[in-house]
């Protein structure tokens, strides 16, 4: 089983960045899709974006496409999430999480592995 954790959450006020980090244990990037999703009290749990097992290939969602990036540092088994321009409705827990197929699903029950989440606060 693949440990995650996530960190770097925290307030911010609109129109600034973070940057979330996602450190994997006991398996390695190159072999897992990497996915982050976000949860607002209230809601269902939300695809956020997406990295391919080769680190080729990544997939956003329409609301945070053009605002966040995300990259993946292989030697530090580690996966980033770049959110620029954050707004309020931006505001939940993010959560990392790893399946072992090559492909990005925008499906939470498609990921066999989560972190424990980042709180992510934007302030209007």
């Known amino acids: 089983q693949v440990q995650l954790v996530e960190s770097g959450g925290g307030l911010v006020q609109a129109g600034g960045s973070l940057r979330l980090s996602c450190a994997a244990s006991?398996?390695?990037?190159?072999?897992?899709?990497m996915g982050w999703f976000r949860q607002a009290p209230g809601t269902e749990r939300e695809f956020v974006g997406g990295?391919?097992?080769?680190?080729?290939?990544?997939y956003y969602a329409e609301s945070v496409k053009g605002r966040f990036t995300i990259s993946r540092d292989v030697a530090k088994n580690t996966v980033y999430l770049q959110m620029n321009s954050l707004k309020p409705e931006d505001t939940a827990a993010y959560y990392c999480?790893?399946?072992?197929?090559?492909?990005?699903?925008?499906?939470?029950?498609?990921?066999?592995?989560w972190g424990q989440g980042t709180q992510v606060t934007v302030s209007s």
């Open positions: 999480a790893r399946r072992s197929s090559r492909y990005i699903s925008t499906r939470a029950s498609d990921y066999d592995d």
């Open positions: 006991g398996g390695t990037l190159s072999s897992n899709t």
């Open positions: 990295i391919s097992r080769s680190g080729l290939s990544t």
